[in-house]
């Protein structure tokens, strides 16, 4: 017997948006000649994000696999734009840290993030994407008071 699956829900919404979004951004930062590749450029805004953070957590946040992020890393590295240093706390652990060279890739990146949220926004008025915006940060809080702290921020 067939299921019907409601794929206009939230949990369905929210999914297609963000996966049309990051196909989105993947085609525009491949496009602006940025020099970094889309993971690349997550990486870069995940760090930016978070701060000196180690390498583990990073991942979880960017919910990809250890190995992924570490080829980013890798080639961040290798262009100046991220270093990974001891974790005082855990000889074992690596911290990851964005160097002033990243700064400049981040604004290129911000230029481009800022095109792709024109486009999602359409024919909004900016109070209606502000409304939208505060909806969805309202839903994040939800969520988040049910999970830890360090896997939310």
Do not use: C
Request: proline share 2%.
């Amino acid at each position: 017997m067939p299921h019907r699956v409601n794929t206009e829900s939230f949990g369905f919404l929210i999914t297609d948006i963000s996966r049309l979004i990051r196909a989105e951004m993947d085609r525009a930062i491949a496009e602006a000649g940025i020099g970094v590749t889309a993971g690349e450029a997550r990486t870069l805004s995940h760090a930016a994000r978070a701060g000196s953070v180690r390498q583990n957590v990073l991942a979880e946040r960017m919910g990809v696999e250890a190995m992924t992020l570490s080829s980013y890393l890798d080639r961040l590295e290798a262009r100046g734009l991220v270093v990974r240093v001891g974790d005082p706390r855990d000889r074992r652990a690596k911290l990851v840290e964005l160097t002033e060279d990243a700064g400049a890739v981040l604004d290129a990146v911000a230029l481009v993030a800022a095109q792709v949220r024109r486009k999602a926004a359409g024919a909004f008025s900016s109070d209606e994407w502000d409304a939208l915006l505060a909806l969805l940060k309202t839903v994040r809080g939800n969520l988040a008071g049910q999970r830890p702290q360090e896997a939310v921020a």
